[in-house]
Structures are given as C-alpha cells and as structure tokens.
C-alpha cells in the first residue's frame, strides 16, 4: 500500500486565489494612476511601453486648497469620532455587562437594531438638527452624529469583549481596596487593549468613509472631507472623467489607512479573534 501524503498546494491556490482578488482592483487603481488619458484607451502589449505618467499626481496634489487639506480634514473628524465613541462605549459596555441577564440581553437586542439601522433614513433629520444648532461648516460637528451612528456597534464590540474576561478579575481587584475608575484603568482596559483597538478602527473608518452628512453639513471647500473632495474631482469634468486624477486621489487617500491598518495589525487581529478559543 502506499501512502500519499497532502502538500501545502490545496490550501495554498485558495489562498492565492482570494489574496489576487482582494489586492487586484488596489493594482488596478495604482496603475491606472499612472497612466495618461490617451494611454488608457490603448489596447495591445504595446499600450504598456508608453503613456507612465506622475501627472495624475501632480494634478491632485497642487489643487486648491491641497490635498493634504482634505486628509487632514478627515484625520481630524475620524479621531474625534473615535475618542467621543470610545469615551462612551466603554462605560456603557461595561455597565450593560454587569446587568442582568434579561436585561442585558434585550438592551443588546436594541443596540442591534440601532446598530443594523440604515441610517440614510436619519439623513433629513440630521440636516434639520444641523441647521437648527448653526452646525452647518462646524469641521468638528460631524464627530458629533458619527460617535451617535457608531455608538452601538461599539457597545455590543465591547461589552463582548468585557464578557470574555473572568469575573475573578475584578473581585481580587475590588478585595485590595480599588474604586471602580482604578478597576477599569489599572486592571480591565489594559487587558482590554486589543478589543479597544479593532473597535477604534471600525469606528474610524465609518467617519473617514462617510459621505452624505459631510455632503450636507459642509460647503466650504477648505473643510471638506475626503470622500466629499473626490466625489468633487470625478464630476469636475462635464465632457470626459479624469479617471487618471480619481485613481490618484484614491492611492493617496488609502495610504493613511493602510499606514493606520499595519501599526496597529497585531492589535486589530487580537481583538477580532478575542474570545474565539477557549480553553
């Protein structure tokens, strides 16, 4: 008789196979970023030996005001976002764990359904509250309906994270004497790290994604967000679509992100596999 034995190859041609899916449309608007108007209707291997090209660049960074604007804009209101719902989510979360289980778990139920809401139906009510408060051209107000829309996902993140860890914790924790802000700050939130990172990053990355609230509460051009500015730069041409200058826009605003994403990947992967093992 003999023996086959299974190689690396039946897992390894899966994996290749969703890693070239996942990373091509990213290749495919790097290159056309390259490329000049005329070199992207080319077809033919020899439409690859001409028509390389920084102007896309060129033309997305000395715009006015510059992109750079743009990035900081949305930097701004996506750390704020994040700080507001982290400054909320974690008490609430901790709190909801210590509930009841009946209660606890039909206030999850709620915050689910928050959480699920599409929440394109808010949109006319944030516009009215908007104008009725003077939030309109408020750069930071923005941070103020994002930590609202996130604040959900968030609790429910957390307060699951808070479940995974032992009760046993906190009483030794409570038997030397701690209040409970020396609990959650010397005990529980460091433990917590990794769930409180990936949580930070979801929440951010809903802010920097956001469009139709920035659309609405801002007009000025100088306080933009980034989605806002290139939806701007994709419509600024009534006869032909700067596909060049669009892909350009979006190779540079996806760099703080992956910049963000590789920082912190050790933290973000923690915390999403938290809780998955037990033993």
């Known amino acids: 008789m003999t023996s086959t034995t299974r190689g690396p190859m039946p897992i390894a041609l899966p994996l290749l196979a969703a890693l070239t899916w996942s990373l091509l449309p990213l290749l495919w608007q790097l290159l056309t970023s390259l490329r000049t108007p005329e070199a992207l ?12 090209t920084l102007a896309n660049y060129r033309q997305v960074l000395q715009g ?20 507001l719902t982290l400054l909320l989510a974690i008490p609430a979360a901790y709190g909801l764990q210590r509930q009841r289980p009946a209660l606890r778990g039909g206030i ?12 394109v139906l808010l949109f006319l009510a944030l516009l009215e509250l908007a104008r009725a408060l003077g939030w ?15 604040l959900p996902l968030a609790v429910l993140l957390l307060r699951a994270a808070f479940a995974d860890l032992p009760t046993e914790l906190e009483d030794a924790a409570r038997l030397e004497g701690l209040n409970l802000w020396q609990r959650l700050h010397r005990v529980l939130l460091p433990l917590l790290a990794p769930a409180i990172a990936s949580t930070a990053i979801l929440v951010f ?42 892909a350009a826009a979006t190779v540079l605003g996806g760099l703080p992100l992956l910049a963000l994403v590789l920082v912190f990947q050790r933290q973000i992967v923690s915390g999403l596999t938290q809780g998955a093992v037990k033993g």
């Not at 999850?108 to 929440?119: D, G, I, N, R």
């Not at 750069?139 to 103020?144: H, I, V, Y």
């Open 205 to 246: 990355l809903f802010s920097w994604n956001e469009y139709p609230i920035a659309l609405t509460w801002i007009s000025r051009n100088d306080l933009l967000t980034l989605p806002v500015a290139m939806a701007r730069i994709a419509g600024s041409s009534v006869y032909a679509v700067p596909y060049g200058a669009f």
């Open 136 to 150: 309109g051209n408020q750069l930071l107000a923005l941070a103020l309906p994002y930590a609202g829309l996130s």
């Open 41 to 52: 209707v080319l077809q033919g291997p020899a439409a690859w030996l001409q028509g390389w």
């Open 108 to 119: 999850s139920l709620l915050l689910l359904a928050a959480a699920m809401f599409p929440y």
């Open 64 to 83: 006015n005001p510059p992109f750079w604007r743009y990035l900081f804009n949305s930097s701004l209101v996506g750390a704020a976002s994040t700080g």
